[in-house]
């Protein structure tokens, strides 16, 4: 029987990509560990002269480039936009036991440096943003500023636990890791404001093609969180704007608040009403329009936008 979803993956969104001006490539970190990265169609040394590099990373449930696609469509043309698979996602794999966050940040970091990126500003969301601010604390050389959507500093045990209460969950690969299309279905229920109609085979489909290398995933999840006591603050360099869905049940709004606070000046809020954990998909033209706001404010050093701003949202005290 076809499947829709790896029609659309491998066949449908690739021939997007490359007609929006991104195109994959396989970057070999070490013996054993290889990213896929989507790079732009230009040479780097055209593309660090005339455009502006923005790396996306995505989060725990599908690839980069099906996590980012409506922001690469929407940027590409006026960005250098690079939008790696994390590792065990996509095409990106290692023999290495390693399974930090730690480790996947690294991994990114040299990929983006073998591919010649010297400074960047990186997107990421949920799982990628973990990843994401641990590259900003590794490589501030690397990383000018973060956007982040669905994502704090550190999964700490408080986060985490209070996460699972709010969706009915005892552990996150119980959540992120179905074996089944009505499990999936349940995820991106509980990852959204209103699930629109999708049809059950399409849940059939997607299972089948983007939940492989389970036992992986359960060690990337395992190593994620940590304990309360061992979480310390990092002093970021970088202008952290953070996107939120007012309506995420994984990580709330006051996670949110509370991280910007723990971030201090540097830090601004967004939030998007009628959005949840999935803010990034289900308001891709408000996501957008924000991303190209802080863009095209960083580029012109603008940094007057100090305060919360909450898009469509009339009182968030």
């Not at 007609?19 to 169609?41: K, S």
């Amino acid at each position: 029987m076809v499947n829709f979803v790896k029609i659309y993956n491998k066949q449908l969104l690739p021939w997007l990509m490359k007609l929006a001006g991104v195109r994959p490539r396989t970057i070999e970190i070490e013996p054993g560990t290889v990213l896929n990265f989507w790079v732009p169609n230009e040479t780097a040394t055209k593309r660090e002269k005339y455009k502006p590099v923005v790396v996306f990373l995505h989060g725990f449930c599908a690839n980069g480039i099906l996590t980012w696609q409506f922001q690469v469509l929407a940027l590409a043309k006026h960005y250098a936009v690079y939008v790696p698979d994390l590792l065990f996602f996509g095409d990106s794999i290692t023999d290495k036991t390693e399974r930090s966050v730690e480790f996947q940040a690294e991994c990114m970091a040299k990929g983006l440096k073998k591919l010649g990126v010297e400074r960047c500003t990186l997107v990421g969301f949920s799982y990628g943003g973990f990843v994401g601010f641990k590259m900003a604390e590794m490589h501030p050389d690397l990383i000018e500023a973060m956007v982040l959507t669905g994502s704090v500093i550190a999964m700490t045990d408080s986060i985490s636990n209070a996460g699972l209460q709010r969706i009915g969950f005892s552990s996150w690969p119980d959540y992120l890791l179905p074996d089944s299309a009505k499990g999936v279905r349940m995820l991106f229920q509980l990852a959204t404001y209103k699930l629109p109609r999708i049809p059950h085979r399409i849940y059939k489909d997607f299972l089948e093609v983007m939940f492989n290398n389970r036992k992986e995933k359960i060690e990337l999840l395992e190593a994620l969180v940590i304990g309360d006591k061992e979480f310390i603050i990092p002093r970021y360099q970088q202008r952290i704007h953070i996107l939120w869905g007012k309506d995420d049940k994984l990580i709330d709004l006051d996670a949110a608040r509370n991280m910007k606070k723990q971030i201090g000046e540097n830090a601004t809020l967004h939030c998007m009403e009628k959005a949840g954990h999935l803010a990034h998909m289900e308001r891709p033209f408000m996501c957008n329009r924000f991303i190209k706001k802080i863009l095209a404010s960083l580029l012109l050093e603008d940094n007057a936008a100090d305060h919360d701003e909450c898009m469509g949202v009339n009182n968030d005290k």
